[in-house]
């Protein structure tokens, strides 16, 4: 911890260890309890004081904050930290820093990892890696031993020991009649199943999506119908078998049609969306750049128009990165064999802000509540609320920040965006959970001697570079 | 809408030569053109030119070729390049090298042009990003190939005097075509008109976003069109389940006598070979009247002469 601290230090964020923790003057938006004021808000001991005006004989360290907005602690669902096994590309502590970067207070990982998260033994080394952090990390398992399709993993033990969603994401569950037992036997634990919806035999060889682009690119088309058909046999199956179903990462508007239909006949189905599928299309690969190669592919605008309404009326539930890291040698080869996967952690609050906030297609309610309320509900996690003795779940950031996405800055080992050299709008500056406050250095902190003028504690830091 | 070939006009420079896809028409003139001068060069009784001399050529193959690998050797020796060639078969990776390190190493010994046969699409313009030297691609994966495309263009615009509104029909395997492609992309970029014949499973769903028409029926095909190119049928498309049998392909879509005498006009028939004779072309019809087929051989070489002559930035005073 000590060291992971220092680490900290050099990447341009601090760590306040003051018990006693002021916010002076955000915008505080909880639409969990549609709150949405410029108050004061006080955090004693990790949780919420006070909120409201700041009592004039208070002690303890005050941060300037206006202009910013605080909210509950945004929480990515679907993210790939590669710890164990893959830790070349992110372990799980620079998988939390990059998420704290981005403004996450806390993450679910997948399980695709080496060896997968399918026992206790994983589930608790992933959690002790993240200890200290103001990143709550929860593994998501697998849904059947070793992601290989074959039996069901050990699901009551794994449940027991807090895992609450099983998904074999990084690919779907081929066997329907698999996919039945497992639901069936999830539903017994009131766990989620999170699916990768793809129809393999489909989508065999595909490493873009099948249309126009892909004709002209001569590269092997994974057809939209390969995830309809998927989405349509696990929302039959729910309705079958009562299961909790969460669909991973939707990228088509047929797929986004069935989980509407579903839904509108009171089905108890969740969906996510990632900024890529929302913001990309697969017109960007005309120039076999591997960083935009991700699964399920990009799509066509009509696509992203279509997610987004969904998204924007509660359809889509939530948005998640499917942050996935892989190295800049892995992905600097024939783009056949590149493989899929794209960061997302450090970007989404930006690019989702830019494009779809700022524009006025995706309210700032809903965009908070898809952040951070929707993906907790749907995990089963508890809630993080802006209320006084609430624990302190917060992210900070600033709506009116400038900033341009460098590949070559990031906080996550990899550098593998597609939105490098992106200008964007609105950025985190900090984020504070189980009783740490992180804040970028740009951040201004006041003191009471000076409660008139506040000052840049630290020097603006010009690199978010991992160290 | 093809940002992947740089191409600089007036005057024409070619930086490298990835694909046809956005290649206008005045670039695609000077490449055709310049092959005929060499062409004329071919016919000499020493059919050699010193214009490439202290060039050196690489010529790297990925994936198993012969005729174009050999016609690209002549082309090199006709303009007294320095060549050195590596091959390896299929897509063995067994040596654990990558692609871009292994032709930053041959890179390294300083060459000036690369050609690369590969079975991946898009690794020519994977390269061109990554190297100094000149690419161009001889065949990459299903995506394009494009002095093959020249050379067919070539051979028409000899035969029939002009490409400019040509009906040119391409029959066969077009999903997985690279032939096809550039075929497409260059014949509409020089005016001609294009379309493709085949069944369902081997024609993109969204051929027609190429700009070409789609004719399901041969025989319509044919009554239509001045040119027909037969593509060469993979085996291996019936144990992909694309095909039910050679026999059911060459029912429908075999290229026989019998259906160019029912058409009754006057059509150039063309194959980028090795041909499956009896399959999607019939010997009395590769070997008949029709064919321009062994043109086509020869054309090769005098399109890649042009195409390798064009790149290296050479003046044209030693032609």
């Known amino acids: 911890m000590s060291n992971f601290r220092i680490n900290l230090q050099q990447t341009g964020w601090h760590c306040l260890t003051d018990e006693r923790i002021a916010f002076i003057g955000a915008r505080l938006i909880d639409p969990q309890i549609n709150l949405d004021a410029v108050q004061d808000i006080i955090i004693e001991s990790g949780r919420i004081a006070h909120i409201g005006k700041f009592p004039a004989n208070w002690q303890g360290e005050r941060i300037k904050a206006a202009g910013n907005i605080i909210c509950p602690g945004f929480f990515d669902m679907h993210t790939h930290l590669r710890e164990p096994g893959f830790e070349h590309k992110e372990s799980v502590l620079s998988g939390c820093l990059a998420a704290a970067a981005g403004g996450f207070t806390g993450v679910a990982c997948m399980p695709n990892t080496d060896p997968a998260i399918d026992t206790p033994g994983i589930v608790q080394f992933i959690r002790q890696q993240a200890e200290g952090q103001p990143v709550e990390v929860h593994p998501v398992a697998a849904v059947t031993k070793g992601r290989k399709g074959e039996v069901l993993s050990e699901m009551v033990e794994l449940a027991e020991c807090g895992v609450t969603a099983f998904s074999d994401d990084g690919s779907p569950v081929a066997s329907a009649g698999l996919m039945r037992r497992a639901m069936e036997y999830a539903k017994m634990l009131k766990a989620v199943i999170i699916e990768h919806c793809e129809e393999p035999t489909l989508t065999a060889n595909g490493v873009m999506h099948e249309g126009a682009f892909s004709t002209r690119l001569g590269l092997p088309g994974w057809p939209s119908v390969g995830e309809e058909l998927a989405v349509q046999r696990n929302i039959s199956l729910a309705g079958y078998t009562g299961g909790r179903l969460h669909i991973a990462h939707i990228s088509t508007r047929a797929g986004a049609e069935l989980v509407r239909r579903a839904k509108q006949e009171g089905m108890n189905i969740t969906a996510e969306v990632t900024p890529q599928h929302l913001t990309l299309t697969c017109e960007m690969l005309t120039g076999y750049d591997s960083d935009f190669k991700v699964n399920p592919p990009l799509r066509e605008t009509e696509d992203c128009e279509i997610l987004l309404q969904a998204l924007a009326d509660g359809v889509i539930d939530c948005i998640a990165t499917d942050h996935a890291p892989h190295t800049d040698d892995e992905k600097a080869v024939e783009f056949i064999r590149a493989p899929f996967g794209m960061l997302g952690l450090e970007t989404a609050l930006g690019v989702i802000y830019t494009k779809l906030v700022l524009s006025g297609k995706l309210s700032l309610t809903r965009f908070i509540d898809a952040m951070s309320v929707k993906p907790r509900q749907i995990l089963n996690l508890p809630a993080a609320t802006i209320a006084v003795g609430a624990p302190a779940n917060l992210t900070i950031f600033d709506p009116n920040l400038k900033w341009t996405v460098d590949r070559n800055k990031m906080n996550s080992k990899s550098h593998n965006t597609p939105f490098h050299s992106w200008e964007l709008t609105g950025r985190a500056v900090g984020v504070v959970n189980r009783g740490i406050v992180w804040m970028i250095k740009q951040a201004l902190l006041c003191y009471p001697e000076q409660s008139e003028v506040s000052r840049p504690l630290f020097q603006m830091s010009a690199s978010l570079r991992s160290a | ?319």
Request: glycine share 8%; hydrophobic share 40%.
């Open chain 2, 1 to 319: 809408m093809s940002p992947h070939n740089k191409i600089d006009l007036e005057p024409p420079v070619l930086t490298h030569l990835l694909g046809l896809d956005g290649v206008p028409e005045p670039v695609i003139t000077e490449i055709l053109d310049t092959a005929e001068n060499f062409l004329a060069v071919l016919e000499r009784p020493i059919p050699k030119v010193p214009s490439l001399r202290g060039v050196t050529v690489a010529n790297l193959f990925f994936e198993n070729s012969t005729r174009t690998r050999i016609s690209f050797e002549l082309a090199e020796k006709r303009l007294s390049a320095d060549t050195i060639n590596f091959s390896t078969s299929g897509s063995s990776v067994a040596k654990g090298e990558t692609l871009l390190d292994t032709v930053k190493n041959i890179e390294a010994m300083k060459v000036d042009v690369v050609v690369m046969r590969h079975w991946a699409a898009g690794s020519s313009k994977f390269l061109a990003d990554r190297i100094d030297a000149k690419v161009v691609n001889a065949g990459d994966g299903t995506h394009e190939h494009p002095t093959q495309g020249l050379l067919d263009m070539l051979t028409i615009r000899r035969k029939l005097g002009a490409l400019k509104g040509l009906k040119v029909l391409i029959l066969g395997d077009i999903a997985h075509s690279r032939v096809a492609r550039s075929n497409i992309f260059g014949l509409l970029n020089c005016g001609a008109e294009v379309k493709v014949c085949g069944p369902a499973t081997l024609i993109p769903r969204e051929a027609e976003s190429l700009g070409v028409e789609v004719i399901p029926d041969l025989d319509e095909g044919l009554k239509w069109c001045n040119v027909v190119n037969v593509l060469r049928l993979q085996l291996e498309r019936m144990s992909q389940g694309l095909i039910p049998s050679l026999r059911d392909y060459q029912r429908r879509y075999g290229l026989t006598r019998l259906r160019l005498e029912k058409a009754a006009k006057d059509i150039v028939v063309m194959h980028p070979g090795p041909m499956n004779r009896g399959v999607e072309i019939d010997s009395n019809v590769a070997d008949g009247p029709w064919s321009v087929i062994l043109s086509q051989v020869k054309h090769g070489v005098a399109v890649r002469m042009a195409a390798l002559f064009l790149i290296s930035g050479r003046e044209k005073d030693e032609g």
